[in-house]
Nanobody
C-alpha cells in the first residue's frame, strides 16, 4: 500500500507562485507515474499534470501548460508541482495521485479512475 501526503498549499495573490510537494511512503514507491489533480467547489476533479516515475516524461492540462511544472525526486520518493502565474481560477483542492501503470498516451492519465492511490488534498486559494 502506498500513502501520499501533500503539502505546500496556501493563500496567494494572483500572479504569485506556490510549490506543492507529494511525499510517498508505506513501501518502496514502485508506482509508474505520479500525478496532480484539482477539484474546485461544485466541480469535478480534473487532471492537472502527470510525470512518469522512471523516465520523467511529463504531461499537462492545457489550462496550466506553460505555468505549472511537475517534477520528481526519486531519491526522496517525492513529487512536486511548481505553480507560477497563478490565477483565481486555479483555486481548488489539489490532490496527488499515483498509478501502477505508465501509459504511452498522455490522455490516458486524465480520468481520475486511472489512478490507484490518492493523497488527502491541499487547499490552494488564489485571490484577485
Amino acid at each position: 500500500q502506498v500513502q501520499l501526503v501533500e503539502s505546500g498549499g496556501g493563500l496567494v495573490q494572483a500572479g504569485g507562485s506556490l510549490r506543492l510537494s507529494c511525499a510517498a511512503s508505506g513501501r518502496t514507491f514502485s508506482s509508474a507515474a505520479m500525478g496532480w489533480f484539482r477539484q474546485a467547489p461544485g466541480k469535478e476533479r480534473e487532471f492537472v499534470a502527470a510525470i512518469t516515475w522512471s523516465v520523467g516524461r511529463t504531461y499537462y492540462a492545457d489550462s496550466v501548460k506553460g505555468r505549472f511544472t511537475i517534477s520528481r525526486d526519486k531519491s526522496k520518493d517525492t513529487g512536486y508541482l511548481e505553480m507560477n502565474s497563478l490565477k483565481p481560477e486555479d483555486t481548488a483542492v489539489y490532490y496527488c495521485s499515483a498509478s501502477r501503470i505508465a501509459y504511452s498516451s498522455g490522455t490516458n492519465y486524465y480520468p481520475p479512475g486511472k489512478w490507484d492511490y490518492w493523497g488527502q488534498g491541499t487547499q490552494v486559494t488564489v485571490s484577485s
